[in-house]
């Protein structure tokens, strides 16, 4: 039998990576009944690391999901990459819970992922704890990380409890105030918080300040804790050895006696079809509204799609549609989810996180629902970072080209920071990530899933052509073979337009020296030249056209003379028209712990970019911005990595179109070696 909604609590671990999530995940699982014996990450015994890539890598690749039940409470956990290349499916999976626990490694203290974690969480209006793991390791000064947590992310940030005997056990500060601890005491960290929390409401405060603590019901301290979780006006930081299962027990009784049920946490942001906000409520008697934040695409079991319930009941055999769709999906198969097993349920309540199998229309952020009129709502998208590194990829077989676009379309429903991106123009298919290491393990994964082997190389850069000045061109194509010829004449003229502005092709002939019916013979010989360039093989843009004069044979004019007239002229013209090649430039914004400035901005002079300016962040970081060519940034992301020990972040978005230096532009016209054209 499910526990009512009010007693279903979710929470997602997350954090720099090392932090210990996964272990603490195992530990909560085996604390709370759901295993009999802990697993290992050495071992690759563990429920959520259950990928080959995981456990020969000893770290979260995706997030993973698993529940327990105890004392009468359901617990959702969320385990979640730590890896700046997998925030995609960490970020993904935050939305689907109510708190989130950023896991500290009491070693190591405030990471890079422990800055970004907590200000998505804030950013998403979810309550949060702070976890410090390892308590137990050599040499850990547990005060001054308090301390440091405090100045880091705000005073809302206080001990719940603290640890005991050198880290060997806990002792509970809000609902005890006695007790020997290893630095301040349970009353003192007691009285700091209930002073914070009584301040969330006016009448609970003026309560409290007239006859103190005893005159508070505990409904009153709990609403009030509660209010406090969800405003963010408290960041309860708790202590535990995850290895050693020390204060573990203690963090599962927390979870069910403070943290929010679905109808405490603040709302979600859906949207309805005129972006207004869509309130959903955790009502299981209302019409279903539940969002899809995994997908998992199996060889064997098909399409998988995990989903938070945030209002109504899922029931099996029930009627489900997804999105705007119109035909409803039967709910033949209901899961909950432990690691890679499943388990067949017959209900999922709001706060409740499931899963449904083999329906192809389920999609990364698809909203599922029973109302035909509810079929345009949507969850606000959260904010992921910008896949910007960048693979060109090809079948290393041919006849494959089909199955790699098969399989890759399936590795992109699966990670948002995943994208498939398809130039026409320079025929080639890019991958985009978020690393080197991203896209290595996505392409490893898609080799032992889909069987295709795939040859890699740094995308082609879309360089353009132009020209810097007006120019003349004439060329006469005349062919006699014996009977009808070919002849046509064309005289031209080309001038250059502002950037962006395209082709522009006029007709400027009189007295009839090339009839009407010839003209856009000529136009298409010169676009046939556009697309090919002429000093590099790139597109040529921004430039005029205009026939001025030129010649026709009434029996041997034809359109294929005129279509080769007015290529060879146009070209004719552009050599003489200061030929340019342009090169894409980026606005690209790097993110950095401040010690790091001048090596960024030294590299950056390297690869001729233009330094716009720099803004200092919070958490001793500085963002720089600068302009740079998009051909010097095809191995940056490796680089600011090795520079700045994986801390460094960077996005980047197209900017215009710039001249390359002439060295640049001689090097690729000496690369490009067109065959003769026959006459």
């Given amino acids: 039998m499910s526990p009512s909604t009010e007693c279903i609590r979710s929470l997602a671990l997350a954090g720099h990576a090392g932090a210990g999530k996964t272990t603490l995940f195992e530990a909560m699982l085996h604390a709370g009944g759901a295993l009999t014996g802990m697993g290992s990450i050495e071992r690759g015994t563990t429920v959520s690391d259950t990928d080959p890539m995981e456990k020969a890598r000893g770290h979260s690749i995706d997030a993973s999901v698993a529940s327990i039940e105890r004392n009468g409470f359901r ?17 993904a999976a935050m939305d689907a819970a109510d708190t989130v626990a950023i896991v500290v490694n009491a070693a190591n203290g405030i990471e890079h992922g422990t800055r970004s974690m907590m200000a998505h969480a804030k950013e998403r209006g979810l309550a949060r704890i702070v976890i410090v793991n390892r308590i137990d390791a050599d040499g850990v000064d547990l005060p001054a990380l308090v301390d440091a947590l405090r100045e880091e992310f705000g005073n809302e940030c206080m001990p719940l409890n603290l640890p005991a005997s050198k880290g060997r056990s806990i002792r509970d500060a809000f609902f005890q105030t006695a007790g020997d601890t290893d630095f301040s005491s349970p009353g003192e960290a007691h009285q700091r918080i209930v002073d914070q929390v009584v301040e969330i409401d006016d009448e609970v405060m003026e309560h409290y300040l007239e006859a103190g603590e005893s005159s508070l019901t505990a409904a009153e301290m709990r609403d009030a804790l509660e209010h406090s979780l969800r405003d963010g006006h408290l960041v309860p930081i708790v202590f535990a050895s995850a290895r050693e299962g020390v204060g573990v027990a203690e963090l599962l009784d927390l979870v069910e006696r403070i943290l929010p049920c679905p109808s405490e946490t603040n709302p979600p942001p859906f949207r309805d079809a005129d972006d207004a906000p869509f309130a959903v409520t955790a009502d299981p008697e209302k019409h279903v509204v539940a969002d899809v934040f995994k997908i998992v695409n199996d060889p064997f079991v098909g399409k998988l799609g995990v989903f938070r319930v945030w209002q109504g009941t899922v029931r099996k055999d029930s009627q489900l549609l997804v999105d705007d769709g119109r035909k409803p999906f039967k709910v033949a198969h209901l899961f909950r989810l432990k690691g890679r ?114 040859v890699t190389r740094p995308p082609r850069i879309a360089y353009r052509e132009t020209i810097a000045a007006g120019a003349e061109g004439h060329h006469r194509h005349k062919k006699q073979t014996g009977g009808a010829g070919q002849f046509g004449e064309v005289f031209l003229r080309v001038e250059p337009l502002d950037r962006g502005s395209g082709f522009v092709f006029d007709d400027e002939t009189k007295g009839g020296v090339i009839p009407g019916q010839f003209m856009p013979a000529i136009e298409k010989g010169v676009r046939q030249a556009l697309d090919a360039g002429a000093i590099a093989g790139y597109p040529i843009q921004d430039v005029r056209v205009i026939v001025y004069d030129g010649k026709h044979h009434p029996v041997d004019s034809k359109e294929v003379a005129f279509i080769s007239a007015g290529r060879k002229a146009f070209l004719d013209a552009v050599s ?57 940034l095809v191995d940056y992301p490796t680089q600011l990595k090795a520079m700045t020990g994986g801390l460094g972040r960077y996005a980047m978005a197209f900017s215009h179109y710039d001249p390359v230096p002439p060295g640049v532009q001689k090097r690729l016209a000496e690369a490009w070696k067109p065959k003769a054209e026959e006459d």
């Fill in 75 to 91: 617990i959702h956990l969320i385990d979640t990459p730590g890896y700046a290349d997998f925030r995609g499916p960490a970020l």
């Fill in 576 to 632: 003489r028209a200061r030929p340019q090649v342009l090169e894409p430039v980026v606005d690209l914004e790097v993110s950095i712990p401040d010690h790091y400035v001048g090596d960024v901005t030294g590299g950056l002079a390297s690869r001729r970019a233009q330094i716009m300016g720099t803004d200092s962040l919070r958490g001793g970081e500085t963002l720089i911005k600068a302009r740079v060519p998009l051909a010097e």
């Fill in 341 to 454: 097993d499943h388990v067949e349920v017959d209900e999922a309540l709001p706060g409740d996180i499931a899963a449904v199998a083999k329906i192809e229309d389920i999609h990364f952020d698809a909203v599922l629902h029973d109302a035909a009129d509810e079929g345009h709502i949507r969850l606000e998208s959260a904010s992921f970072p910008t896949p910007m590194y960048g693979l060109a990829v090809e079948p290393a077989h041919k006849g494959q080209e089909q199955k790699l676009s098969q399989a890759l379309a399936k590795l992109a429903e699966e990670d948002p920071c995943f994208r498939v991106e398809h130039h026409k123009e320079l025929n080639e298919t890019v991958v985009r990530g978020l690393s080197d290491l991203h896209l290595k393990l996505m392409l490893e994964r898609m080799k032992s899933r889909y069987d295709v082997d795939v």
